[in-house]
């Protein structure tokens, strides 16, 4: 059964303190790892797509990369606007994505 | 584009009442699927259409039913809401499944069964 894992559930961070998301799966035949950005209230946001170990996506302060096992959300520099909860899923192709839990990230100015 | 949109954005109903929640998405994908989410419990799926005609059930389909009105629209049935109901459904779409490509999603439906 294809699972995803995320964590810490929360993370709070001063305003310029760096840190990274972490986000394990167990995928057969991995053909996509999606990053999501959910804000209170609103649907789930498309951010990134990894297709294959090493590759790496950068959008403003936020960096995805990907190995064999889990995934990683960089936060460089992180403003009081990038505080979301951040979501990680992962499909094999034949089925919809099986999504995380989520990261509940605050930052704090 | 409007991308995915959900009707209504939010509705109270009483135990034992029906509804259906619509979905429309602009986008021409082929795939659609209907998620809810409840704190802790993160987001699960409780029915998909790979492509129109054809539907599926997810993690937790009971008490729900879908329709694949066109390649455009799908929507959510409850035939006798409970409130263990009450939740926030969203609606997604994609290109295609198989391809392991995103789900966009629309804004949500807040329910609450009284």
């Known amino acids: 059964e294809d699972q995803v894992t995320q964590s810490p559930e929360a993370l709070r961070l001063q305003e310029g303190e760096s840190s990274s998301l972490n986000c394990s799966y167990t995928v057969s035949g991995l053909r996509g790892l999606f990053w999501y950005r959910q804000d209170p209230g609103k649907g789930p946001e498309f951010l990134f797509t990894l297709y294959s170990a090493g590759e790496e996506k950068e959008k403003e302060r936020l960096k995805a990369t990907l190995t064999k096992k889990e995934s990683f959300l960089h936060i460089t520099a992180p403003k009081p606007e990038d505080s979301a909860t951040y979501l990680c899923?992962?499909?094999?192709?034949?089925?919809?994505?099986?999504f995380g839990k989520g990261t509940r990230l605050s930052v704090i100015a | 584009n409007a991308g995915v949109t959900q009707t209504p954005k939010f509705q109270v109903l009483k135990t034992g009442q029906s509804m259906t929640l619509q979905c429309a998405q602009d986008m021409n994908h082929n795939s659609m699927y209907w998620y809810r989410q409840d704190p802790g419990m993160g987001l699960r799926l409780i029915y998909y259409s790979a492509s129109e005609g054809t539907t599926d059930k997810g993690e937790v389909p009971n008490g729900y039913n879908v329709s694949r009105l066109n390649k455009r629209e799908f929507s959510l049935r409850l035939e006798s809401a409970a409130p263990s109901q009450t939740s926030v459904y969203f609606c997604?779409?994609?290109?295609?499944?198989?391809?392991?490509?995103?789900?966009?999603f629309g804004p949500g439906t807040r329910l609450t069964v009284t």
């Open positions: 997604a779409s994609s290109e295609i499944i198989r391809q392991g490509r995103p789900q966009y």
């Open positions: 899923a992962a499909t094999s192709g034949n089925t919809p994505l099986v």
